[in-house]
């Protein structure tokens, strides 16, 4: 799968996400603003538009992409948090896919929670061979 790389427009920290994240909204892992992945540019030979199917950007209340989100508003009851991780690699877990990412977060949403921001992270396994984590923070009011 291709990868998407950006700059958190706060802290310029380069962000490195998979090309299906793009329209999601993703915590910058260095200063934990919300930021909306950007569409991939566009490939002029291939005549595409580099946008993926399922990100509608037209949407009226999406703030502009590349741009910090604002927080949504939460009630004043408590609010519950989990990060989630899936590795991608020769990692524990399993190997971070489009449907095993849709599964997880099928599995959550059915528990309650919901999807607060994701993001990418680069670290190492015990062997200090690269690999890379996709750590999903969810949400629920308690």
């Known amino acids: 799968m291709a990868d998407l790389t950006f700059e958190c427009p706060e802290c310029s920290h380069?962000?490195?996400?998979?090309?299906?994240?793009?329209?999601?909204?993703?915590?910058?892992?260095?200063?934990?603003?919300?930021?909306?992945?950007?569409?991939?540019?566009?490939?002029?030979?291939?005549?595409?538009?580099?946008?993926?199917?399922?990100?509608?950007?037209?949407?009226p209340e999406a703030p502009p992409v590349g741009e910090p989100v604002p927080a949504p508003?939460?009630?004043?009851?408590?609010?519950?948090?989990?990060?989630?991780g899936m590795i991608d690699g020769n990692g524990i877990a399993e190997k971070v896919t489009a449907d095993a990412v849709e599964f997880k977060l099928n599995e959550l949403l059915q528990e309650g929670w919901r999807l607060r921001s994701a993001t990418t992270v680069q670290t190492h396994d015990?062997?200090?061979?690269?690999?890379?984590?996709?750590?999903?923070i969810m949400e629920r009011q308690i």
């Open 14 to 59: 380069a962000l490195i996400v998979d090309v299906q994240a793009a329209g999601l909204v993703v915590a910058c892992p260095e200063c934990g603003t919300q930021i909306r992945v950007p569409a991939p540019d566009p490939d002029p030979e291939a005549g595409e538009t580099g946008a993926p199917a399922n990100v509608d950007a037209a949407t």
């Open 73 to 84: 508003e939460m009630t004043a009851a408590a609010v519950e948090y989990r990060v989630v």
């Open 126 to 136: 015990a062997q200090g061979n690269p690999r890379q984590e996709l750590l999903l």
